[in-house]
Structure formats: C-alpha cells, structure tokens
C-alpha cells in the first residue's frame, strides 16, 4: 500500500523540523568555532557594502538607499550552486516563491510566482531595468541563465512610483555581466533528478550561450484530490529546456540582450478508487503536452556622464497545449489545441540634473504596450506614465527623496481607462558612517492580468488595487560585517477578488466568475539580516522574519494568506581552489492547507490543517583543479524530507545529487 505522503502528521513533522535545526545549528556551530579561532589580524580590509541602482535609478551606496534591499552576487550564485534563479531568490526571507513544478518550473499554464511580504502578483521582474513582467506574471526570470548574471538587486516595498505597476511588494532587478576577454567554455552537470550541459563563448564585447536542462519525471506530482468518482493525482513527464542568452556591447554606451527558452514538458492526470494507493486500478483521464516559448529583447543606451539612459525592450511568451481526453458526446479520446500568445513592447527614458551641491533631480517617462491572443479573442492595453523625483541633501546627516508618478491607462473594448497618482517620500539620516537609519512610505497600484478577461467577466466599476507601504529600517556596515533591521506595515485597498455572477445581480449566471474590488489586504512584519566575514576563509549569513500576511475573505473574516516565519542559514568556506558552502531555510507558521486531510476542498469543507512547515538543507563543493577544470559537486534537500511548496501541497523535489564539470578554453 502506498502511503498517504499528503496527510498532515503534526508530530512527525516537529521532529523533523527539530532533527533538521538541529543537524544545521550543530554543523554551523562548529563550523563557526573553527572559524572564530582562525588569525583575525591577518584578515584583509572586505567591504560588505553594495553599490545598487535599482531603489533609486541611480548608483546610490547601501548605506544611503532609503529602503530594505538585498543583493545576490555572482560569486554567491557560484558557492551555492544554484540552477535557477527562481531557487536563489526563494531563500531571501520575505519572499515567498510559489512553483506549480520541479525547480520553479511551470504547469500547464500555472506559472511561478515571486512575492514579497504576501502580496500576490506585487513584484515587478526587470532585467537590467527593464521591465519583464508579462501577463502579470514572473515567468520570463527563469528564461535567464545563472551564469550570465552578474547580481540580483531585491528591493522590498512599494516602488510604483518608478517602475508603475505590479511594484506594490518590491522590485528584483537581474543585472547580467558583460564578457571582458575573449573566452569559450564547456560544461554540464548530472544528477539524479536534474542534469544539463552548455557552452560559452564571447570576445571583448559580446557573450553567446547555449544550455540544454533535463528534469526527470515525478510521480506523484501533486496532492491527491477528491473526486466525484474516486480521486485524482498527476504525473509530470520527463521535461527539457534549451535556452540561448546572447549580450553585446555596441558601443561605449549601448548594450544589446537577446533571450530564448524553448520548456517541453506534460503531465498525465489519474484517477483511481483509494486514497491511500494511488498505484492501485489507476485509469488515465486527462494528458496534457506542453511547449512554451520565450523572447526577451532589449536595447540599452546609458550615458552615466550625462545621467541619460533609454531603453526599448520586446517580450514574447507563446504557450502551446496539446490535451487528450475522453469526449462527453461520444466517449472518443480526442486531442485539442490551444495556443496563447503575449506580447509586451516597452519604451524608457530616464535623465537626472544635479542641482547645485546639495539636490538631484530625476525624471523620465515610459510607455508599455501589452497584447494577449487566445484564438479568436484578442485584447491590446496601453499604458503611459511620467514620473519624478527630486533628492535634497538637507545637511551631512540627513537627505531626503520626494517622488511622484502619473499613470494612464487607455481603455479598450474590455476595460475602462485608469488614471492613478502615485506619490512617495523617502529620508535617510546617517547616524554615522556605518549606520543610518530610514522612512520609507509610498503608494503602488496593480491592474488586473491581461489574461482575466478571457476568463473571468469583470466588473463594470473595477478599479487597480492600490495601497500604501510604510517602512523603517536601520542599517549598519563595516568592513568586517553588517545588519539590516526593518520594521514595515502594507494596506491595500481594492484588492481583486473573484465572486460568483449571481452574488452580485440577481438571475446572474452562477458558474460565471467574476472580477471585483472587494478584498483587502494587510501586512505588518519585522525583518533582520546579519553577515559578517568571520576570516579570511570564513564567510557567514543569517536572517530571519516574522509578518502576518491578511487578506479579508468574503465572509468579512481576515484569513491567513501566506507563511508567518521563515529564517536561512549561509555558510561559505573558501582557501584557494576551494569553496564549500552550506545553507538552511526554514519555513513555518504557514497558511491553511486547500484541502483537507480527506482530499476535498477547504474552502467548501473548512481547512482541517495548514501547510506543513518547510526545511531544506543544500550543500555544495566547487574546485578548480586547473586554471581550466573546474569540478563542482552538491546535494539538494540533503535530508530528504518531503517539503510542500504551496497551500496546493504540490511537492519539492526530494535529495538531488549533482555531479559537475566546466572546462575553459
């Protein structure tokens, strides 16, 4: 018989929750003694502090950006082997990931998601500034490389007033790095679960690189549902990706960026008699094929002398399912298509003044044009807006920002037009010169998807969400360490929700859903960051959060939206050709579960348990044997335990071994 991995067992989960903490407390505690005993004087000077663009388009230190931000580097992608995007961001606290697949992945039409402090589809994706959100989603980040990247910037807190909108938790901009010498490399890696070869190869002023991933199948591939004949559970086939990332500067002051991802993969749905054997009588009843294709074009023009930067950018996301089924009228398999495809077309124009000593002005405009296709419907949505900003250094301590931006959006034959006044106001006192402290309030605002309209009817009066987001923070830097504390409050108005037809007109149709301004949404939450270089071998990371995601129901209660608590552990050992690194993230005090312990829905039956707590232990090894072989080694949830990455219950992937090589020529 197979057993029930779904079925939420409290006590077994606390054990190993408490096995998993203590198993990384004991492995870092001595890790971080034999560190501590290592020559502090021999250290060399090591400045923590960053260098970010993105809290304020323009280059601003740490320590004098107005709002919480973190920065991942390329370095820190390198020790931990990450293979995705998607899995590093995930392990920043205050964000929460959601992947309806193995390794952000997607599922049939259910992309990723990416949101911080629990607003969803609030994080606005850009890739070197530009914008690539499309169709409200977060998709097009796992279209970039790992090793294309330079850095990630993450900045939490409403940023609308400079980015517009689906900024409303936060902005991760994806900074790619540019090819210094001419150089060809290749390589792969190969595990269990997941494996992929690639070649690089660039000059001077361009990179061209090829991948080519597998990620085996996965059975079960979701949580058993209840049926009205018996219950359900998917299958996810074998799958494969191949991806091309090309950059090249044209000039001293103009970049080009060309991304493509081509993602096969399928699911097979099954329904069987007993729950607790999903292997037992199975029957096939659905079988999806997927293709997923994906375009990401820009063109950069940055003038830094002159504080001049444009840019142009193109998005395409095409997705292609093929669907096998028994038909209702004559019980014959047949197979069906549908084909979707968005576009998104983007024009920036950023300059900056220095006004005397002691003020900045910024200002700019953008225009974005959005097209969806579902064969026959088609819908196009224009936006434009101009912002400001304007910086006043108001005496050596203490600066301050005041921002504003003007939103339009035009109407078309779906949806009424928008006109949204966004503004902001930021300050910074620097207590001394490792520690200031900031206030960060702001107000953003997020249009429903582009694709609602294909399947939801919205209502006559619909208006964006919109809220505010309130912050306070301290920083504190020096060359041997730094800590980030914020403190931070969301309330969002507006927010969207989906109700029956019939609950809003009378005679309305009740299997209509429709889009509406009824929910809202709250948040209040603390958050710390703690690194330090503990010696010259020795690096050491630890931050921790505690919010209470809200948003009110239909029956006027606040319901829980996403996890209370999370906390991470990062551990890097590094001496000559080696690095090793080590890191821990736990996820708990988590949401009502969608469905019950017998496997129907929560929202009909009431929630019985919520998601079970989350830890997950990676592990990695990088060595360079010659200035040309570099072998890598890492194992992925090295406890094996099994982790459910939503309130779906859909499950992480278990122990993943990878074995690697990279060769330079």
Known sequence: MHKNIFKYNAKSTKAGIMTGILFCSYIGGTLLCEANSSNSEAMPSYILEDIVVTATRTETKDLDTPATTVVITRKQ???QGENSL????????????WSFGTGGGDYVGNPIRLNIRGIDKGTLILLNGVPINLEAQNSMITAIPVEAVERVEIVKGASSVLYGAEAMGGVINVITKQTNKPSTSVGGEFGNVESNTFINTGGPNWNLRYKKEWIKGLYPFNSVVKQSK???????HKSHKDGVFFNMKLGDKLTANYIFNDIDSGFTAWVFPN?????????????????????VADIIYDDKENEFRAIASYLHNELKYWKTAKSKKTGEWETTLTDSIGQGYSVDIQKGWKLGETSHLLSGMTWH????????????????????????EINKFLSAIIGARAHFVKANHLEKKQNVFLPQFQMNYKMNPQTSLYLNVGKGFEMPSITSPFSYKLSEDL?????????????????????????????????????????LIPGGNPDTNVIVNKAKFRNTGIE???????????????????????????????????????????????????????????IGAREDAAYTNTRESSSKKGADHSVPDSFQVNASLRYKATPRDTFTFGVYNLLDR??????YEYPALRRNVRVGYIHTF
């Open 230 to 236: 018996g219950y359900s559970v998917s299958n996810k």
């Open 642 to 647: 099994e982790n459910l990455i939503n309130r």
């Open 463 to 503: 208006k964006p969400q919109e809220g505010w987001n309130y912050e306070t923070g301290v920083k504190h830097i020096t060359e041997k360490e730094g800590w980030k504390l914020a403190l931070f409050h969301m309330d969002i108005t507006n927010k969207f929700d989906w109700v029956k037809e019939n609950q």
């Open 528 to 586: 710390w960051e703690y690194s330090r270089k503990l010696s010259d071998n020795w690096n050491f990371k630890y931050s921790i959060s505690y919010a209470n995601p809200q948003s009110k129901s239909l029956n006027g209660k606040w319901e829980q939206d996403f996890s209370k608590f999370q906390t991470g552990l990062d551990l890097t050992y590094q001496k000559d050709r080696l690095s090793a690194n080590m890191n821990c993230f736990f």
């Open 86 to 97: 998607f899995e590093a961001i995930s392990k920043v606290v205050g964000i929460t990931a």
């Open 369 to 392: 044009k959005e097209k969806y296709d579902r064969d026959p419907k088609h819908i196009e949505r224009n936006s434009y807006a101009t912002f400001l900003s304007y910086e006043k």
């Open 77 to 79: 992608l390198e020790e």
């Open 275 to 295: 729950m607790n054997d999903i292997y037992k009588d199975r029957t096939m009843s659905t079988n999806y094929i997927q293709n997923r294709r994906q375009h």
